[in-house]
């Protein structure tokens, strides 16, 4: 290098020096300037290599060491490979990548774990895109470093491992795999010469390697059985060996924990592989289990014991419950896998009696929800985003009471019996954690109460439920040990609700109004109000709200109380059983009106910003509207408020009130009795329309449009009847939102809920629009046309689906009268957008529309050979390259997706066939969820055929040929295949419409059987691929 080029070099290192302290000064100005600095050198050719010379330099100050690493490490995310998400011109020069990757391995023995973490990662990144290739020697120097003794260099080797692992791809993994998985083997059983932390990092490799692979095994047929299946017996046996070594020098919770989540892979990727070792494996794991539970509630619920949580190679604490959630895991693939399953059953009872001692309340949890009542609330809701041992439990005794629903009842009445008589031991012993089990106990009845009364009901469990109700729930009402068993016992009562007679729902009930009582401690207030949700639920069920009428004034009187004396999560709880309070009687609702009214507009004030507030004041006044002795009065209180919020500018009011207040105007009008009163026509009507359009907020556009839909659907003759001063009708003013919410120059996102709008307008108004119907149709197209988004694509659809429905001829001819975006006509353009999205619309509702409305769309192409459809050609099925491999970013830039093209009468008998086949599995799952009994063990023995390496395979095909065993008409008793993924439909005019109420599966298997009749019938054919013809053969049409 010539000697200015040196200089150059010197001084440009000198300033990144310069410019990396800066950064770390405290002044703002200083620390501002060297950021921009920093910006300036990141484009010269030796940027890093002065970071890596830096890191590495172990004279340099620490501070700006690691400051360096880490801007190396974003260097290298950016700059050093253009097919990299993150990259940023320039690229890095070749001649700089060597010099990085020759330098930076000597980080790896850094003594400072940051800086080493940083090198390592960078490191990780850059083998991402030069390994093999431009780094073929990396993985001799990670051994070397691996086997040299030096605790750092381990430590080094070993992260950049673990990064690197977790991003190879199916090109590099049968490079990776031959040399790390033997190497992770080496270090894992020598426990004499690397550390617990190696050794777990070691089994943390492997784990990841093991996903990897089981991945590209579905590109790649085969991949497993050479680059897993050789190490796995080794690596089965070790672990299994492992988890038997007793807590010391060679092992800890840490270690078992790594361990488990390896064995938890393996059973969830090759169960077939791993039946052999399971013998061997499952004593240990149901030691860990039961050893584990002791020192759980030694060291964490009742905290008498200090626990020796191991640290982590980072200086991470683990803590023991992470051994816990891994064994949980583990279970929980047992019960998935048809191979283990019956394993879990057979010892149902014996893991119950485990599960719910880890549902007990730790002493930490009863010291923070004492001092945080919001986070009582937070942690104990059913909804709950925290995560714990309590809730981790609770979450196995739900699965396994949905899958062994016999067994688990049974299980958990003989679990209950005997923590019962336990706890009673421990008590007269004068152990004051007693009550602990005895909680737990009741979360576990009460969340599981539908099987228990059910079971024991039916006279299918043994269980006295009412001396469990007596002699343990009355009984725990009477102890004073802690507010929360009082507040379980009072939820438990209500849980159990349905199994009890009056007489002692009185008690139960009187009980409850006690603990909401202000003297009574948070914890227990809480939990009776939850109880009070919990009666007023059930009893309303069962019709017997009747009993709770006398409770309700007190109630009520509570529950405001409490809304005025706490916000956030105990608020939300207050104000949901607020609600449902109001809709057990009509009179007394009526009555509360002048203190709930005001209540609800002033928390509506005071959180119009939170959303889960102003949505539960929405169910308020929903009840309150609804009430045909009270609604006058609520609307006399409240429309003020919101009219003077709609009229009122924007910048004058906080942010996102407008559109509350429309949301909340949108309650009113959806729940006030019809005819409507003056102010909610002469007042309000003129109020919302003028707020929608004039406003640039996009949400109060989107209310704005929703409540001129209400107004449409729930009183349309005296909005059509209303005018203004200028003359202009109700229904001009809504044809004026529906254009504002269709102007291209505002957010597509505007146009989120239009599509409902714009259909129930024409359906109303019809031939009375005029020419208004073909401008509102041409802004829908324009639109569309702009649209991105899912949802708004969707909504617009839609009104074209709606129309198809009724008026087929005139939206054929308007559509293809109309020029699309790319001069051809507007008709090609929607199908061809509708058709490619169909399977990814989403609610019960707008899918019925849509698939009912293509189908009538079929037929009409069929009886009329229209010429308007026949030219018209889409996107069939995807042609995959099964040599390509994983398709990674760079090459779907390089190489894009292919399709077939087909007409699209044959693609829309293609989505007919599909979603045919969603309707059957939708109504197999229903079917089994309606059961009561589990399916017999074999029948959820896979049907497959295992490959020579013995790995399970689910195809598509195993699934379609059961379908015709699953029509709508069959029973099947059992299984609860979990909760459909579908919300339910909560839209009024959704629910009107008869469509909503069409049995989907039975509509689609009528017409396609039809259809199949026609001569046309068999062009359809050639087209279908193996699954389709599946589909068909199971409602009887032979191909």
Known sequence: MAAADVEVSQSLKKALVESLTAILSPQQEIRIHGEEQIKLLEVTEEFGIHLAELTIDREGALAVRQLASLILKQYVEAHWSQHSEKFRAPEAPEAAKAEIRRMLPEGLRESMSKVRSSVAYAISAIAHWDWPEAWPDLFGQLMQLITSGDANAVHGAMRVLTEFTREVTDVQMPHVAPHILPEMYRIFTQAETYSIRTRGRAVEIFNTCTMLVHSINEFHKGAAKTLLFPVLPQFAEAFAQSLAVPDGETSDSGLKMEVIKALTTLIKCFPGHMAKWMPQILPSIWNTLTESAAIYVRTVVHDTEDADDPVDSDGEVLGFENLVFSVF???????????????????????????????????????????????????????????????????????????????????????????????????????????????????????????IIDKASSGKITFDMNQFLTSVLLADLQQTVSPFLLGRALWAASRFSAAMNAELIQRFLEATVHGLHESQPPAVRISAVRAIYGFCDHL???????????????????????????????????????????????????????????????????????????????????????????????????????????????????????????????????????????????????????????????????????????????????????????????????????????????????????GRLVAILISKAGTSLGDDVDMMLRAVLSKMQQAESLSVVQSLVMVFAHLMHTQMDAVLEFLYSVPGPTGKPALEFVLSDWVARQNMFFGHYDSKVSIMALSKLLQHAVNTSDSRLQDIIVKGEQVFNHTEGIRTRSKAASAPEQWTMIPIHIKIYKLLINELSNAMETNMSQQASAGGEDLEE???????????????????????????????????????????????????????????QMDLQAYLTEFI????????????????????KTVLQSIGIMI
């Open 329 to 451: 895991d583990f279970i929980t693939a047992m019960i998935e896998s048809s191979k283990f399953r019956s394993t879990v059953k057979k010892s149902t009872d014996h893991l119950m009696y485990y599960v719910v001692l880890y549902m007990q309340i730790t002493e930490e949890q009863a010291k923070l929800w004492t001092a945080n009542p919001n986070q009582f609330v937070e942690d104990e809701d059913d909804d709950t985003f925290s995560y714990s041992v309590r809730i981790s439990a609770q979450d196995l005794l739900l699965q396994m009471a949905s899958e062994f629903q016999q067994d688990s009842a049974v299980g958990i009445i003989g679990a209950v019996n005997r923590h019962l008589m336990e706890a009673e031991q421990v008590k007269n012993a004068g152990n004051v954690n007693w009550w602990k089990v005895h909680e737990s106990c009741l979360l576990a009845l009460g969340s599981i109460k539908s099987l």
């Open 540 to 754: 309303k069920v069962s019709e017997t709200t009747q009993i709770l009428v006398p409770f309700l004034p007190a109630i009520m009187e509570c529950l405001i109380q409490l809304a005025t004396q706490f916000a956030s999560d105990v608020l939300a709880l207050v104000m949901e059983t607020i609600s449902i309070v109001l809709t057990i009687d009509e009179a007394f609702t009526a009555s509360c009106e002048p203190k709930v009214g005001p209540l609800s507009i002033a928390l509506f004030l005071k959180y119009s910003q939170d959303p889960l507030v102003t949505s539960l004041v929405q169910d308020i006044f929903k009840e309150l509207c609804a009430n045909k002795t009270c609604h006058a009065q609520i609307q006399l209180r409240l429309l003020p408020t919101l009219i003077s919020i709609l009229a009122a500018s924007p910048d004058k009011l906080p942010m996102g009130l407008q559109s509350i207040a429309l949301d909340i105007m949108c309650v009113v009008i959806r729940n006030s009795p019809v005819p409507f009163s003056d102010a909610l026509i002469h007042q309000a009507f003129p109020a919302v329309v003028h707020c929608t359009l004039k406003t640039d907020d996009n949400a109060s556009m989107q209310s704005g449009g929703e409540c001129i839909r209400a107004y449409i659907s729930v009183t349309f003759d005296q909005i059509k009847a209303w005018h203004d001063e200028a003359g202009q009708s109700g229904i001009h003013y809504a044809v004026q939102v529906v254009s504002r919410l269709l102007n291209p120059q505002t957010s597509e996102f505007t146009a989120a809920f239009v």
């Open 938 to 996: 074999d029948a959820w023995e896979d049907d497959e055929e295992e490959e020579e390496e013995d790995e399970l395979t689910i195809t598509d095909q195993g699934l379609l040929g059961q379908l015709s065993d699953f029509t709508s008409g069959s029973g099947l008793a059992g299984y609860d295949f979990g909760e459909c993924d579908d919300e339910e439909e909560d839209d009024p005019d959704a629910l009107q419409d008869p469509i909503y």
């Open 1009 to 1028: 059987q039809q259809l199949s009749q026609q001569p046309c019938h068999s062009a359809f054919i050639g087209h279908l691929t193996d699954i389709e």
